[in-house]
């Protein structure tokens, strides 16, 4: 940094701080030389010394005295001028601060450090006909020659010798020996170059149109809307090749680990060391390579989850988010992004396209396109190769109690899934629900078994332990009842663990697979499962909405829908929406090969207009009956909703905070906004914090967040520290 700047602005990474501020501190001379933008430092503030985030410099200080920096822990960039900007943009809409912004964007880089390995190459200027080697030295040589830079064990192997025969060459001067960087490749793929299919005519209508927007040098945005099996991976595949043909760089964005699995290795077919990948499955190192490649350029493709979207990249063209209707792309943590948001705005940043890609889109992404508002509707109606869609099946539960029948398969699925194991062919089998047993109760008080942490029930897993899905807590299943001392404790509802108990029990014959996020805690466990299961080593797969949604799994042709009402009798306004993408998402993963395919959806509520819908795969009829009933209560995409969620660990303290923060909204509103609450949420308590809500509703965007701003800043100093408020825009 020359010497006309010696100050730098930096961005503090302040711990519960809401004040979003620039600071301003003096470089040391002998630092000078190695800062740049991005770098993260070590600053003194108070009494305390924190990180922070060098974001600019100035020749003079706004105020004095200035502090000098402490440090630098990182020298180089955390961050691109364009992720800054994006930073600055995620504090305004998300009311965090922008170093809680920027903890999302840098996270990747500074996780490891590159990984070295000695390698061994030959001098070939040391050798000649005359040069006395013995034929095996001769035959090291040589392989060292057509293969530099192997290890010395490495190199032994090949050449058929003891790795003693290596060291005397390098002592001689034969072999040289130096350190390089090894890059930790995730997904080694090393064919490149398969052949391309052919589009159907709706498929280069769509790649037209998205070529066109490539080339008008502004933002464009695209709802691909094509039904399941449609192609639109491919138009992901060719629009991707178009924005590199251009000198432009691709960001492809998935919901789930598993589909960013499947889809790294359909761009490395296509595109091979371009590529890169980054989601939370990787390792340490793993992370690390991936970015750094990113960052220097060298892999201009981004395949990866919602993290992703802060990739590195410097001139986007393209930002693709596959099945863009998912819940999986909003952030649950500080600050409480929507991935889908920021591509959007990262796209304007970057004068990009950003095409959104779903078979079943959110209701309020196909309303905005119906109108021409916030992006173009692009319509794919049919299936490749002249595939037709698989045909739907209801069972009702209730006819099947009224029969006798109180197993979890209905007697029309168990026949169906016998019928196509019975024919070589593989089944899915979708239940949104993990663990053995859904809820332990006591028949004697009649009080569900709890965490000790958090204000919700245990789950029974079938290794005897008891599991909170919140906070990880576990314990062995009791002999008596913690309340009462009953003896009578018993189980209700199924999970996937019973699930796959009650499948092997049925169909010995069947080779069985499960994959929910029990059975994947091990790195690259999904991999391996589906692989087995796409290469046919197993004939069912169970799992939840991780198998619901992109996969092609070209030997199913069956898939049961065990309790479809799961997601339904949530209490969310979204309950049926969710209901019918999931239903439609997991019936489109039959019949992708070539035999047609049958989907079995068991339900209690045969007759709901979500389920009507899934099984009709009629987006048509769905949107428009739940437009009806959103308009007329008053929800999105009518109105936006905030959260405000307040936590503390004495609940009493909670309690009166949530209904100062009321009071303050209440007061400094102008009647534009409306305020629910306090109120206890689903679950009260989360790892021994207690928690109140209060819900905001607003026609106006923009009124919702100055209203919140305002109240924030104003709330009382006294709760600070000790109740945690957190803001969630759209929750």
């Known amino acids: 940094m020359p010497d006309e700047y010696p100050y730098a602005e930096i961005v503090v990474d302040l711990p519960l701080a809401r004040v979003d501020q620039v600071y301003h501190y003096r470089i040391p001379k002998h630092l000078r030389t190695e800062l740049c933008a991005g770098a993260r430092v070590l600053v003194p503030f108070g009494r305390r ?36 900007a994006l930073a600055r943009w995620m504090a305004g809409r998300y009311l965090c601060t922008t170093a809680q912004a920027l903890q999302c964007i840098v996270a990747p880089a500074r996780q490891s450090r590159p990984r070295f390995e000695e390698g061994v190459w030959a001098v070939p200027t040391a050798v000649s006909d005359e040069t006395a080697l013995t034929p095996k030295q001769r035959q090291v040589w040589l392989a060292a020659l057509e293969h530099p830079g192997l290890s010395r064990a490495q190199l032994a192997l090949l050449a058929g010798v003891t790795p003693g025969v290596v060291s005397r060459l390098l002592a001689k ?18 064919a490149v170059g398969a052949e391309l299919p052919r589009l159907t005519g709706e498929q280069l209508t769509a790649l037209e149109t998205i070529k066109r927007g490539l080339d008008s040098g502004r933002r464009e945005i695209y709802l ?41 290795r359909q761009f490395k077919a296509r595109f091979g060391s371009l590529v890169a990948v980054l989601h939370s499955g990787l390792g340490t190192g793993e992370r690390y390579d991936e970015w750094q490649r990113i960052f220097r350029g060298e892999a201009p493709l981004v395949v990866g989850t919602r993290s992703a979207v802060f990739a590195p990249l410097r001139n986007i063209g393209l930002i693709v988010l596959d099945e863009e209707h998912d819940g999986s792309y909003k952030q649950d ?41 916030h992006c173009r509707l692009v319509r794919l109606t049919k299936r490749v190769d002249g595939r037709t869609l698989p045909k739907v099946k209801l069972v009702d539960l209730r006819e099947e109690l009224l029969a006798g029948n109180r197993h979890v398969f209905s007697r029309y699925l168990a ?4 019928e196509r194991l019975g024919k070589g062919q593989q089944v899915i089998l979708f239940l949104n629900r993990r663990g053995y047993m859904t809820v332990v109760l006591c028949r004697s008080c009649g009080r569900p078994l709890c965490c000790t942490h958090c204000a919700i029930s245990l789950t029974r897993h079938n290794d005897g332990f008891l599991r909170c899905h919140y906070c990880g807590y576990r314990r062995p299943l009791p002999q008596r009842c913690p309340d009462c001392g009953s003896t009578e404790l018993v189980g209700f509802g199924t999970g996937t663990q019973r ?66 009402d799961t997601t339904l009798v949530l209490p969310d306004y979204q309950a049926a929406e969710r209901t019918f993408q999931l239903i439609t998402q997991v019936a489109g993963r039959a019949g992708r090969g070539p035999v047609p395919g049958e989907v079995v959806v068991q339900t209690h509520r045969p007759e709901h207009y979500s389920i009507q819908a899934a099984v009709r795969q009629d987006y048509q009829r769905f949107f428009f009956q739940e437009m009806r009933l959103r308009r007329a209560l008053g929800y999105p995409p009518f109105s936006v909703l905030a959260q405000v969620i307040l936590r503390g660990r004495q609940e009493e303290r909670v309690e009166q905070a949530a209904r100062a923060f009321r009071d303050l909204l209440v007061a400094a509103g102008d009647g534009s906004v409306q305020v629910m609450g306090p109120a206890p949420p689903p679950v009260v308590k989360i790892k021994d914090h207690f928690r109140r809500q209060l819900l905001l509703k607003s026609p106006k965007r923009k009124a919702l967040h100055t209203l919140l701003q305002v109240v924030r800043d104003r709330f009382d100093t006294d709760y600070r520290g000790r109740v945690t408020v957190s803001v969630d825009i759209n929750p």
Not at 246 to 251: C, I, K, P, Q, V
């Open 415 to 418: 026949d169906k899934i016998n």
């Open 49 to 84: 010394e924190l990180p922070g985030y060098v974001v600019g410099f100035r020749a003079h200080a706004a105020v004095t005295p200035v502090k000098d920096i402490a440090g630098i822990l990182d020298a180089n960039p955390a961050f691109t001028p364009e992720l800054y």
């Open 333 to 373: 943590e500080n600050p409480r992004y929507a991935a889908g948001e920021v591509a959007r705005a990262r796209a304007l940043l970057s004068k990009a396209v950003v095409l959104l890609g779903s078979a079943t889109p959110a209701l309020r992404t196909y309303a905005g396109a119906l109108t021409g508002e």
């Open 224 to 264: 691909l809307h094509g039904i399941t099996g449609s192609g639109k991976t491919e138009i992901y595949l060719r629009a991707a090749a178009e924005a590199l043909a251009r000198g432009r760089e691709a960001l492809v964005l998935v919901p789930e680990i598993t589909l960013a699995s499947q889809l790294v």
């Open 499 to 564: 699930l796959e108990e009650e499948t092997r029990r049925l169909f010995p014959q069947a080779r069985v697979l499960r994959l929910d996020s029990d059975t994947v805690a091990r790195k690259r466990t999904q991999d391996r499962v589906l692989a087995a299961f796409r290469e046919g080593d197993a004939d069912i797969l169970i799992g939840t909405q991780m198998i619901a949604k992109g996969l092609d799994l070209p030997g199913v042709t069956l898939v049961g829908v065990v309790d479809a």
């Open 173 to 190: 001067g034969v072999l040289t020996a130096a350190r390089h960087t090894v890059i930790r490749d995730p997904y080694p793929q090393a």
